[in-house]
């Protein structure tokens, strides 16, 4: 394990470093023969599969027409197959020139461990995006991107495009084991400062990312913003500490969604006291407004039913628990 | 004629359905469709009338008589010829068209007894040419042969798709959604418009030549100036309108309350009703509430019903003869045992600790004078509220455009309700080369409105595209 996180290490910064950098391509014309060639071949094929983590995976797919465009913040909806759901997922990466995006997802549930079943040369049914509104990037002196489990690969391309922008960034990641932490080296590599929190103490600080916030403020750092990506407990938890001292924190929610464009209010939350929906006005919101105990309560209403569709599948072996 | 005889041409073929206590356990279609016999005797019943006011009833101007006379004569394919030359998707229209306040309102037949069933007898040519398979005469070349976007495959779109596509231009329609078919995939249901009969229009529109690309949303994957950029000469926006309203009341955000949109995506397009064959879940409890009036309520009402739920009720802050909803569903509705609770609106939702719905206090209405809509005002009856006992809400008080067209275009006029602004003969926006039409220029409207917006604006965007063509030949030589 631990020697091929390593040679890993190494592979995924070279890719994500690129995040953002490389120029876009002119549009190709409609029509055209170049555009056939680069975008609509072989749709949403997977070029390339890693395992970050037990249970975390990278996918790399060919979608030529939204690595154009995408920015850092942005989602797509994916649906593996006919029967499949529609699942939201941050692009955590994007190449114009080659025309990829890469998603990092955790497998929690069916349709996230179906993706997560899929090998090279497989194809997924429908990628659409970019969806949500892209980050917004400028300077505001210091910055903490405080992360937890699969947050860490939300926040990447934010924390990066951050950097980019002349900001300080400090950078907080946690997750439950050391075995689940991922993609450290990258986010050592933009960060001015790296913190590491781990729920047993087996890395790092013993405790929650939030702990180690609350340490860094009270130790004298100064932020001028604080952006909180991953579980909503976590989220929650982090805008608790920043609350007291005034510091503007930023969440990215990640309601349950359908379409993903606004069509269906499933991703309504609830915001300085608005319904918002997080797909068309956020995802990423003002944390200290967000109505937090809603938003939990609401990632719950199918928990039956996620659960059934996972014994269901499992007993006709189309995927195993890892 | 004898008297009998008369008697019976003033009755219309009753609709063979299949039965409510049957059809409640299904999703299969509820209209059968008339059979050849029954075809031919409502045919029968149409008097020809020399200046046939039906025609002036039907917003794509379908020459009625004629159609309905091949009929008569068994000339189906004629008959599906003549109602293609104005109509690209008969067998939609057939069946989800409100008939009743069109073509067969103004039917002369219908002041003694029945007007002409015109609609049944649309969908029977039109399923009559499904099932034999559609033969696509070659298009037209057109001089002009410009290139189209069409953002959204709702009915507008495909119309207007259809109609340029046969004008002989190149169009590439731009669907967000991974199925094209706009409302008539994700919003009508399955029980009333079967799936696969939306397949073979779309199908039919495909082989006139057009391109559909469905997961590109415009606005967000390309702006509209990131389409003329791409090499379209122009664009008709026919996106709809699809962002669902909600009530704005406490407890709106509890589980178990959905917008009657997210209901019927989950139901419809992702096949919620076939879980866990199919992955999507949705959660029906035992008592729903269905909050509006309209064929989106209906629809709600029907769907949970067909989920298993014990009582459905329908919530309706008028009365019966405000309902918007065509009649028919309506009585199919109470034929399946919907309740109808009137004059009632939700003023806060109730729930319990971990967060689901399990009630709503309501208010009693009464109505006063009509408002603009022409339709009676509601107003509510101090202290008459009262508690309902409810597991499931779906609120279909209506919808309006989805902004982000409108967020991500510069000079696009758009009203306070987030409509875009167009002229109304020639579906022309305030931006050169952009057109558009359908529920996103008029609001939730109907099926036959937006088609006749995409044809009104494929007749212009062609003249458009000719005299631009000329323009630019004349500055060439
Ligand atoms: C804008 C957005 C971006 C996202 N980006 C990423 C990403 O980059 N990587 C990643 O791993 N995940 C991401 N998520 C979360 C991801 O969409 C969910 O993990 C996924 O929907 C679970 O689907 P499933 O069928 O595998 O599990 P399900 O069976 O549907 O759910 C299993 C468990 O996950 C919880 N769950 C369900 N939906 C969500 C959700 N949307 N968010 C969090 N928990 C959920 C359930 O409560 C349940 O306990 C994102 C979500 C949003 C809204
Ligand atoms: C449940 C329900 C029942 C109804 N029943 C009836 C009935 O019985 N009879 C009747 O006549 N009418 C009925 N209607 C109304 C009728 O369906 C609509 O008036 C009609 O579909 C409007 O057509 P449209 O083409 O303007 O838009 P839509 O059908 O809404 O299609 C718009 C399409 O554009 C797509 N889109 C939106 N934004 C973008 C974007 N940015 N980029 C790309 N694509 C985009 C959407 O995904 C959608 O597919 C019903 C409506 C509903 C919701
Ligand atoms: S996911 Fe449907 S409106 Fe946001």
Known sequence: ?322 | MAKADKQKKKQGIPMPKQKPEDRIHNFNEVALGYTTEQALAEAERCIQCPKPKCVQGCPVELDIPAFIKEVRERNFDEAIKKVKEKNSLPAICGRVCPQENQCQMFCVMGKKGDPLSIGRLERFVADYELQKGVTVRPRSKSSAGGKVAVVGSGPAGLTAAADLAKLGHKVVIFEALHAPGGVLMYGIPEFRLPKKIVQAEVDYVKKLGVDIKTDHMIGRLYTIDELFELGFDAVFIGTGAGLPRFMRIPGENLGGIYSANEFLIRVNLVKAYMFPEYDTPIRIGKKVAVIGGGNVAMDSARSSLRLGAEEVLIVYRRSKEEMPARLEEIENAEEEGVKFKFLTTPVKFLGDESGRVTGMKCITMRLGEPDESGRRRPIPIEGSEFVMDVDTVIIAIGQTPNPIIQRTTKALKTTRWGTIVVNEKTGKTFRKGVYAGGDVVSGAATVISAMGAGKRAARSIHRYLLRKKRMRQRKET
């Open chain 1, 1 to 322: 394990m631990k020697g091929r996180e390593k040679d890993l290490s190494s592979k995924l910064r070279s890719e994500l470093l690129s995040f953002g950098k490389k120029k876009e391509n002119a549009l190709p014309l409609y029509g055209t023969e170049e555009c056939a060639k680069r975008s609509m071949k072989a749709m949403y094929e997977v070029l390339k599969k890693l395992e970050l983590a037990p249970k975390i995976k990278l996918l790399k797919i060919n979608a030529p027409e939204i690595a154009r465009k995408a920015k850092a913040g942005q989602f797509v909806i994916f649906r593996i197959d006919e029967k499949g759901e529609r699942i939201p997922l941050t692009i955590v990466e994007r190449d114009p020139q080659e025309g990829t995006i890469t998603l990092i997802f955790q497998e929690v549930g069916l349709s996230t461990m179906k993706l997560g079943a899929l090998e090279t040369g497989d194809e997924i049914m429908n990628v659409t995006g970019p969806l949500g509104n892209p980050t917004e990037i400028k300077h505001y002196g210091l910055v903490a991107v405080v992360c937890g489990g699969t947050g860490t690969a939300v926040s990447y391309p934010i924390a990066k495009a951050l950097k980019e922008a002349g900001n300080q960034v400090v950078s907080i990641i946690g997750a439950r084991t050391k075995e689940l932490l991922i993609l450290e080296d990258e986010m050592r590599n933009i960060s001015d400062e790296l913190y590491i929190s781990t729920d047993d103490g087996s890395k790092g600080h013993k405790g929650f990312v939030s702990d180690v916030l609350k340490m860094l403020i009270e130790k004298g750092y100064r932020f001028d913003v604080v952006y909180a990506i991953g579980p909503t407990l976590m989220m929650k938890a982090t805008v608790n500490v920043t609350r007291p001292y005034s510091i503007k924190t930023i969440v990215s929610l990640n309601p349950i969604m359908v379409d993903g464009m606004g069509m269906c209010g499933a991703c309504r939350v609830t915001v300085g006291g608005e319904t918002k929906f997080a797909c068309l006005d956020g995802p990423e919101f003002d944390g200290h407004l967000v109505d937090f105990d809603e938003l939990i309560k609401r990632l719950r209403v199918y928990l039956l039913e996620e659960k059934q569709a996972v014994e269901l599948h499992e007993k006709s072996g189309e995927i195993k628990r890892g």
